[in-house]
């Protein structure tokens, strides 16, 4: 309870000091609507499985909220809708860290109460958080280049030790020493990467640790049959507010179409995956489901990347005129219209979003002009690369339509999306011109960005930059837009950014995606996290009084 | 017994070319496990940690060596990516596997049968044109499409059944369990009910025509007491054996129907760890069907040998 | 009873024209016969026919179209991503990016049918040598050929083709004819090795080798002639499996890659509204089963006509 209240005053007060508008199209649905009541169990459906039950190896975006249910780190973001989910409060440390030494030593303090889920059952300690940190460069994470500005992780990465000699673990205290200030450091702290582990049952399940995990955090794993269901308990041990659902089901397997159905009948009650297009069409014409519809932000932008060492996408007239050339209403269809037009680079839920000034709408005369300029009065041919799951082919069939009206013959080159940005990703393969998506990992302009468009950040493999753009200038203002302390002049020179890059068009934006999700009248506490999608630790089930319309019959013929 | 000891040793080398060969094709298959698991921000030192890890470092010999030494002693090694034993994985996967495979041949076996033995006993007859125009259009329409029209108009629009889902008989009883598999069952039973009919109506034939049955025939005995004594103890032999076959291939999994009706079978399994290269998954689910097929068509050739001992000598060569 | 002097007089061409006889009197196979011809003249005149009469919209775009049906202005894609059905514009509807399914249709004929006869053809080429090693030379070769061929069977084809296709990457016309030739060669390598066994044991052959006749010329003169009926009989039903099989790769995201058109990535494409878009679906089903079932009858009348003696006595 004390937490709860102490969480609305901190909204009241976020409300009140930064007015960041709600993103267009993002309904917060009802997180705080009526009396809680403890108990119940809330079943959710998902066709694909949980990535790993491991926090150092799970990259998946929709295993994160299991993840985040089951292992907690040192803060965790405020529970609660909009802008004010942006905010770090301390979670199994007892307050947000003290910085010291021109804010290059953070200092934690771990909660006293904080406990390993049964049969385990003891103290969380500082060195449970160090050997988390230590393992994530033995196991190969996935978060593994977040945590570079920490002293000794560059040694650690590059196998000359094994010791991560900034972290400092003593009793319940924790220290963490930078080789430089660093501004989004709490808030890569906060990725569940960085999640207490036990020693003693890691390092006794080496390649099966998501069949034997611990919780420190609302639930814990009580079964994970893989393609049939995660479930999850109510975690006794948990040192914060307890979970409002004793249990948490995650069916798996199950289609969109077969979940849409299922929730409708009654026989479910959520899940992570987008409403089909069919039944997107039925539900929102009902009067009483298109209450249990929301579409929000996925703070996403979908993209192509143009290779800016190639013929001829090094002429920045080309890239210009394949901005030109694309009409990204059309592009909505294909998305149903679950998404909005990208004509800058960041998403609107990102600090730092201001609408793109060009390309709003196609220009097609424009586009054959810069291809003229260009000296490519008849276009050229190309090869666009994407991958195979959908809608990505029906995406880039569209595109190719549009740039072969301004005279750009793109043939496409579809393949597998395991192996695609293995691909894409190495250098030497020169790829010209293909699709990509970027999802935000925290809410930080930096984490679009830097990797996608530093020059400095460019790697042989796996690279992430794959316009392959390297701008002196912009590489500049990337570095110390990253750090500077200050949020407001910070957010402006990203905007700054943004604008540049759009100007220089290493990139054709396309779609920021929104999420759309059906949840069941008897649920409650369902919304979007703006940084943790889903706090399944918010659900809870309404009392029966709330009249939940029994749809059996009424299912017939729809669905 | 030393015809079965070294036809023993042939099905041990079949499976050991097996795994080999899936083995090279998966080291040939772009995009590496570590990779992947690496996620979008990999870098060349996470990529070789991962690999190190799980024992990629290591050429591709030796990783196989291991393998076969390993699972020899029966370890299947752990997934990549569920972290899940694959033998224990494999074996949560089967019970969906044998339940579409046990439904689908009981209804393949009651339709196919007697409309082969119909069509055979009555040629051209209007039954048997009808039941070759339904076995024609069940062997030629494509499954997943099938599982997808039935899904649409039995499913969604009548209602009637769920779309998709398995539920075990432990989990929601006989009934339930029965209920979501009628769709898949009907699905995979079009096809191979077309295919036995047919089978079955060219065995009946070629058996009718033999010596004997002629000489039965002449002897005077009715038409159904030929076709029940003689007839069909005849041409059930080689149905019987063709349905342990098909009954083995599909016990490593039915990939289309798994897919469209959201059933967790072995066949999904192989396809999910294709897709995330899962190699110690993709290894188990292959040699998993395959150890299948080599024993059906072990006893297959035993029960042929011991029927008829003629065989033996042609064997020999 | 009468059949022995008829076989006694034969002359060595005629079986041929005997099979072929009975194929024109068997009315299942010219059924068979006439779709299939049909299928393959609109495949080859696709884009005349789309030219002249259907839409052309390869590389136009349509998502934002619209069209008047019944004095009404529609469009072609509704803003919830929802095509138009079928109408006189759009004779068996639009798919989702606003395309006419009809004509997607004629030219996925095309890429259907020849990728599924050059990989037969491919299939053809490996299993006919891989047998006539293994049955003629028998020794080394058979029990390296053979083992070979049991462990490749001994793998789900399915999953050696999707396992192929993941090695061989692009879903293009080449690489999907590799896998349907390299999945399927090794029934048919079965086939002809039993049928040379039993051959190279006959008379004839052992007269011919008596005689100091090379093994190339007893392959070539007495052993390939015998092994074009069931080699013919096994390319047709063959064709018809690899119709299916591309399908389903296609179905499966694996084979045949958009925005080119074949009946089984159309269908995939039309999965997530299969149940509203029942249209994009349902029809390039209908087209494979078509096609498939003609080639049934086909590979059904060639098998009574080559031999008489199968299963139908007609």
Redesign the interface.
């Known amino acids: 309870m004390m937490r709860r209240l102490w969480l609305t005053s901190l909204v009241l007060l976020l409300a009140g000091c930064t007015q960041v508008p709600p993103p267009p199209g993002f309904t917060p649905g009802p997180a705080f609507d009526g009396p809680r009541t403890r108990g119940g169990h809330a079943i959710f459906m998902r066709e694909e499985d949980p990535d790993f039950l491991d926090p150092a190896l799970s990259y998946g975006t929709y295993t994160a909220p299991i993840i985040e249910a089951v292992f907690r780190t040192l803060l965790e973001y405020a529970d609660a809708p909009g802008a004010a989910g942006t905010q770090l409060v301390p979670e199994l440390a007892e307050s947000l860290p003290d910085l010291r030494e021109g804010g290059t030593l953070y200092c934690f303090k771990v909660r006293r109460d904080a406990r390993f889920s049964a049969p385990l059952g003891r103290h969380v300690v500082a060195a449970d958080f160090k050997y988390a940190m230590e393992r994530l460069y033995r196991v190969g994470s996935p978060g593994c280049n977040f945590y570079r500005s920490i002293v000794g992780v560059p040694d650690v990465l590059a196998g000359k030790d094994s010791v991560i000699t900034g972290i400092i673990a003593r009793g319940d205290s924790l220290y963490f020493r930078l080789s430089r200030p660093d501004p989004i450091f709490l808030s890569v702290l906060a990725m569940s990467f960085t999640a207490a582990i036990p020693r003693e049952i890691a390092d006794r399940h080496p390649n099966d640790f998501s069949q034997h995990t611990v919780a420190t955090g609302p639930y814990k794993v009580a079964e994970f049959v893989p393609r049939r269901r995660v479930l999850l308990v109510r975690n006794p041990d948990y040192s914060g507010t307890p979970a409002w659902l004793d249990t948490f089901e995650l069916k798996l397997g199950i289609s969109p179409i077969n979940a849409i159905a299922q929730i409708r009948r009654g026989q479910a009650d959520g899940g992570f995956f987008e409403i089909p297009p069919g039944a997107f069409v039925r539900l929102r014409s009902d009067a009483y489901w298109s209450r249990q519809i929301t579409i929000s932000d996925g703070i996403n932008t979908e993209f192509l990347f143009m290779n800016t060492r190639v013929k001829p996408f090094d002429d920045v007239r080309v890239r210009q005129a394949v901005n030109w050339a694309i009409d990204r209403r059309a592009l909505l269809k294909v998305y149903s219209g679950k998404a909005l037009v990208a004509t800058e680079f960041l998403p609107p839920s990102m600090p730092g979003y201001a609408p793109g000034k060009s390309y709003r709408a196609p220009d097609r005369e424009r586009a054959r002009a810069l291809l003229r300029e260009a000296g490519y009065p008849n276009g050229f041919d190309t090869r666009l690369y994407g991958w195979t799951t959908e809608p990505g082919p029906r995406l880039l069939t569209v595109v190719q339509q549009q740039l072969a009206e301004v005279g750009i013959r793109a043939s496409l080159d579809l393949g597998e999306a395991a192996g695609y940005t293995t691909m894409a990703g190495n250098v030497s393969k020169k790829i010209p011109f293909g699709l990509y998506g970027w999802y935000a990992d925290y809410l930080d302009p930096s984490n679009f960005f830097d990797p996608l468009l530093n020059g400095s950040r460019i790697q042989p493999l796996n690279n992430n930059n794959l316009s392959v753009f390297d701008d002196p200038e912009v590489n500049a203002m990337i570095v110390r837009a990253m750090s500077t302390t200050g949020d407001s002049a910070r957010f402006a020179q990203w905007r700054r950014i943004d604008e540049r890059v759009m100007e220089l068009a290493p990139v054709a934006t396309m779609l920021h995606l929104q999420e759309s999700r059906l949840y069941s009248a008897r649920l409650g506490g369902w919304y979007r996290h703006v940084t943790r999608l889903f706090k399944i630790e918010s659900l809870y089930l309404k009392p029966r009084s709330t009249g939940s319309r029994p749809d059996s019959a009424a299912v017939k013929g729809a669905a | 017994m030393t015809w079965l000891a070294r036809r023993l040793g042939w099905s041990v080398l079949v499976l050991l070319v097996v795994s080999a060969v899936t083995f090279v094709i998966f080291f040939a298959v772009p995009g590496k496990p570590a990779e992947l698991i690496a996620g979008k921000y990999a870098s060349p030192e996470t990529v070789a940690l991962i690999e190190k890890r799980l024992g990629l470092d290591q050429p591709a010999p030796i990783q196989y060596l291991r393998f076969v030494t390993r699972a020899a002693r029966g370890d299947w090694g752990f997934s990549y990516v569920s972290q899940q034993p694959v033998l224990s994985t494999i074996l949560t996967a089967f019970p969906p596997t044998l339940s579409l495979t046990a439904g689908a041949v009981v209804l393949w076996l009651m339709v196919g049968i007697p409309l082969g033995v119909l069509s055979a006993v009555r040629p051209r007859s209007i039954w048997d044109r009808l039941a070759t125009v339904f076995t024609l259009a069940g062997i030629s329409a494509p499954v997943y499409w099938v599982g997808l029209v039935l899904l649409s108009i039995f499913a969604d629009r009548l209602g009637w059944f769920p779309l998709g889902e398995y539920v075990s008989i432990g989990e929601g009883g006989l009934v339930a369990w029965a209920h979501h598999l009628v769709l898949p069952w009907a699905t995979l039973a079009l096809l191979y009910a077309g295919w036995y009919a047919r089978f079955t109506r060219s065995q009946v034939i070629d058996v009718s025509r033999l010596d004997y049955v002629r000489t039965a025939r002449a002897k005077g005995l009715s038409e159904s007491a030929v076709l029940g004594r003689h007839v069909m103890r005849n041409a059930l032999l080689p149905i019987v054996t063709l349905l342990g076959i098909d009954i083995a291939y599909l016990m490593g999994g039915a990939v289309l129907t798994e897919s469209v009706f959201g059933i967790p079978g072995v066949g999904g399994l192989a396809w999910k760890a294709i897709r995330q290269r899962d190699l110690p998954m993709v290894m188990g689910t292959v040699l998993f069907s395959a150890v299948f097929i080599v024993s059906a068509n072990l006893l297959v050739d035993m029960a042929y040998r011991w029927l008829d001992p003629r065989i033996g000598r042609e064997d020999r060569g | 009873m009468s059949a022995e002097p008829v076989t006694a007089t034969r002359s060595p061409a005629s079986p041929w024209r005997d099979a072929g006889r009975r194929f024109a009197a068997d009315r299942?196979a010219v059924a068979g016969m006439i779709i299939l011809g049909l299928l393959v003249v609109v495949a080859v005149l696709a884009p005349w026919i789309v030219r002249h009469g259907l839409h052309q919209s390869a590389?136009?775009?349509?998502?934002?179209d619209t069209i008047t049906i019944g004095g009404q202005r529609v469009e072609v894609?509704?803003?919830?991503?929802?095509p138009v059905g079928p109408n006189p514009s759009f004779l068996l509807g639009a798919d989702?990016?606003g395309r006419d399914v009809l004509s997607r249709m004629l030219y996925g004929a095309r890429i259907s049918l020849v990728v599924s006869a050059l990989g037969t053809l491919l299939a053809l080429s490996l299993g006919i040598t891989a047998g006539l090693l293994a049955g003629f030379y028998?020794g080394l070769w058979d029990t390296v050929i053979s083992?070979?061929v049991?462990?490749?069977?001994?793998?789900?084809v399915?999953?050696l083709a999707?396992?192929?296709a993941?090695?061989l990457?692009?879903?293009s016309i080449v690489v999907m004819v590799l896998i349907l030739g390299l999945v399927n060669w090794t029934s048919l390598a079965r086939i002809v090795r039993a049928e040379v066994?039993s051959l190279r044991e006959r008379d004839f052959i052992e007269a011919a080798r008596a005689l100091g006749a090379t093994d190339t010329a007893i392959l070539a003169r007495h052993l390939m002639p015998n092994l074009v009926g069931p080699v013919i009989v096994f390319a047709t039903l063959s064709m018809?499996g690899n119709i299916?099989l591309e399908?389903?790769l296609s179905?499966?995201?694996?084979g045949i890659?958009?925005?080119t058109p074949s009946w089984?990535n159309m269908?995939?494409?039309g999965?997530?509204?299969?149940?509203?878009?029942?249209w994009i679906?349902?029809f390039p089903?209908l087209a494979?089963?078509?096609t498939?079932?003609a080639l049934?009858?086909v590979g059904d009348g060639l098998k009574r006509a080559i031999d008489p003696r199968?299963?139908?006595?007609?």
């Open positions: 299942a590389f136009h775009q349509r998502i934002m894609v509704s803003d919830l991503g929802i989702l990016v028998r083992r070979f049991d462990a490749m069977m001994a793998i789900p399915l999953l999707i396992a192929l993941a090695v990457r692009t879903g066994l018809a299916l399908s389903a179905y499966l995201g694996v890659q958009p925005p089984g269908i995939q494409e999965v997530p509204l299969f149940n509203v878009a029942w679906t349902l089903g494979i089963m078509l498939v079932l049934n009858l199968s299963a139908d006595p007609s």
